[in-house]
């Protein structure tokens, strides 16, 4: 059984033959291997060789998403016009364009054949289809939550006001981003004819109440998850969720790459039977900074809290920056402790 | 009750609300009925801000709510500052606040400095992606008691470092105190680098600040 066939099992809430790895895929690809960031974005030679190695190196664990064009998180924000950053280290950064809450009226959907960095994801995509190993799965690059989309054009602080002040203009801008993501999942869709995974980034719904949640995120979360219904959805969030648990999963997504700040065990009560979990290692304390044994007690605990039963990946519950050897410590640990049935004390 | 505790109770009341049209008319009315500036930031803003922390620490209030709260206390402390100053209410302290080269995220920032507006303090905001040699110009300008560097990415965090070598190398070290915070960064990490400070949200900034102005 491959990471992947062994993922998919856990995604569809059953027990495969042991607990499954998976780490987010980003930016890491290319520093692990001294590559300029801006370099690997854009040469698609690169970027499928610095992700094939990644791969290589860590054969026991799958990769979310999968060989993919990784553009980083301001793909969609750039086909409005927004300022792209790069950094030799770190995946590129974007500024706010929205300036003033009039200026909301005026901006549209961009076309994802046409505006931005779009059009470079779909040729990089393509390239990697075309070259890719046989027996690698190429996957659609990760998309924008439609909140996190909108807190790039706006600014975070700016967005979460204008939940008080300008809660119309909120609206409108939820729909043109919900609109851009559709959109641009179906643009990769063309190129690649439908994939079946959708793997969303959002961390803005556990910034708020659940009231402005139900109002302003529920409803566009929802439209994108219902527009690909027949695509196994994954969503990733890194902040505190706990107040908006089974909200999140009421928009229709398999599987949950929650927060190291979840509380794992309830996490597991309140939605695990309705939803793969997929996490929670924390990302700099223990991941980044700890030590192969460290990581490795912690993962256990993890593995005997929310493995039994199946629908549970180990992960970390937030950005991957950590050294190979903490990597080698989460997969040894599902090695050594998950397989099922689990029976640890 | 009389009618100027009522006000500053109500006021009070309408920042924990996050009301900020009754805010406004409030404030307006409290200037009307003459209630000294000193009152109403103690008694209406600073405690309003206490309630509102303590809230989000109950998990009542979120972002959203820290983020308004903390826009209409700073314009209120705006309104307000030419009145503290004929009121004989002196400034808690200078600081010049940034986030360092590199790094974009300014939310934690800005309601940092809220809070520290809030609390009495004059705030130079030197915005985002700042380089250590902007810092340093600032400090020279500004002469603030205390620089306030906040970053978000574990990959900016020298950036930090950075910024306190170069006071040392420029002999500026000594001249002003240096708190960070910032996701990623730790108390051990502040130490490590010889900072003075660490805050780990905006709350426990606002102590740490006055704490570090003790020991000017």
Do not use: W
Not at chain 1, 145 to 155: F, I, K, Q, S, V
Not at chain 1, 196 to 204: Q, T, Y
Not at chain 2, 3 to 9: F, G, L, P, W, Y
């Amino acid at each position: 059984m491959t990471p992947r066939e062994r993922f998919m099992i856990a995604a569809r809430l059953q027990e495969p033959d042991k607990v499954p790895v998976a780490f987010l895929r980003g930016s890491y690809d290319a520093t692990r291997i001294g590559l300029h960031v801006k370099d690997y974005i854009f040469d698609y030679k690169k970027k499928l060789n610095a992700q094939l190695k990644l791969m290589e190196r860590f054969s026991g664990c799958t990769f979310v998403p999968g060989i993919n064009p990784d553009f980083g998180i301001v793909a969609e924000a750039s086909a409005f016009g927004t300022e792209v950053f790069y950094y030799e280290k770190e995946p590129p950064m974007c500024t706010p364009i929205i300036k003033q809450i009039e200026e909301i009226d005026r901006i549209k959907v961009p076309d994802p054949h046409r505006d931005g960095l779009l059009p470079k994801v779909l040729e990089a995509y393509k390239y990697l289809i075309d070259n890719a190993p046989s027996n690698c799965e190429v996957d659609p690059q990760a998309i924008r939550g439609p909140m996190d989309l909108a807190t790039e054009l706006r600014g975070v602080g700016p967005f979460l006001s204008d939940m008080y002040k300008h809660p119309e203009h909120v609206h409108k801008l939820m729909e043109i981003a919900t609109q851009t993501e559709i959109d641009f999942v179906k643009a990769m869709d063309e190129i690649s004819g439908g994939s079946n995974i959708i793997f969303m980034c959002d961390d803005i719904p556990g910034l708020i109440s659940p009231k402005f949640f139900e109002e302003f995120g529920f409803p566009y979360m929802k439209k994108i998850f219902q527009t690909f219904s027949n695509k196994l959805k994954i969503y990733h969030n890194c902040k505190n969720s706990m107040h908006i648990l089974e909200r999140l999963a009421n928009t229709g997504f398999q599987v949950f790459n929650f927060s190291f700040e979840n509380n794992v065990a309830e996490t597991k009560k309140r939605i695990g039977k309705r939803v793969c979990l997929m996490g929670n290692v924390e990302p700099i304390g223990v991941f980044l900074k700890g030590s192969q044994r460290e990581i490795e007690d912690i993962c256990r605990e993890q593995i005997k809290v929310a493995g039994p039963g199946g629908g549970y990946v180990l992960s970390v519950g937030g950005g991957c920056y950590g050294p190979d050897q903490s990597m080698d410590a989460v997969i040894s640990a599902a090695d050594k402790y998950g397989k099922y049935p689990i029976i640890l004390d | 009750m009389e009618n100027s505790e009522k006000t500053i109770t109500d006021l009070r009341e309408a920042f924990v609300n996050i009301d900020s049209n009754l805010v406004n008319e409030l404030l307006k009315k409290a200037l009307e009925e003459n209630i000294p500036p000193r009152e109403i930031i103690e008694k209406a803003i600073r405690q309003g801000a206490d309630e509102v922390g303590k809230k989000y620490e109950a998990c009542e209030y979120f972002l959203p709510e820290l983020v308004m709260s903390g826009e209409m206390m700073k314009e209120a402390i705006e309104l307000l500052k030419p009145m503290m100053k004929a009121d004989g209410i002196s400034s808690s302290g200078k600081i010049v606040f940034g986030t360092v080269k590199g790094d974009l995220h300014d939310i934690g920032k800005n309601i940092v400095i809220s809070m520290l507006t809030v609390a009495g303090f004059d705030i130079t905001d030197v915005g985002v992606d700042v380089s250590s040699e902007k810092f340093l110009s600032e400090i020279r300008e500004k002469t603030p008691d205390i620089l306030c560097m906040s970053s978000l990415l574990t990959h900016t965090m020298p950036e930090l470092n950075l910024v306190i070598e170069e006071l040392k190398k420029a002999g500026l070290r000594d001249k002003v105190k240096i708190m960070i915070g910032g996701r990623p960064v730790t108390e051990e990490y502040a130490t490590q680098i010889g900072a003075d400070s660490f805050g780990k949200d905006a709350y426990e900034a606002v102590e740490k600040a006055k704490q570090l102005m003790k020991k000017r």
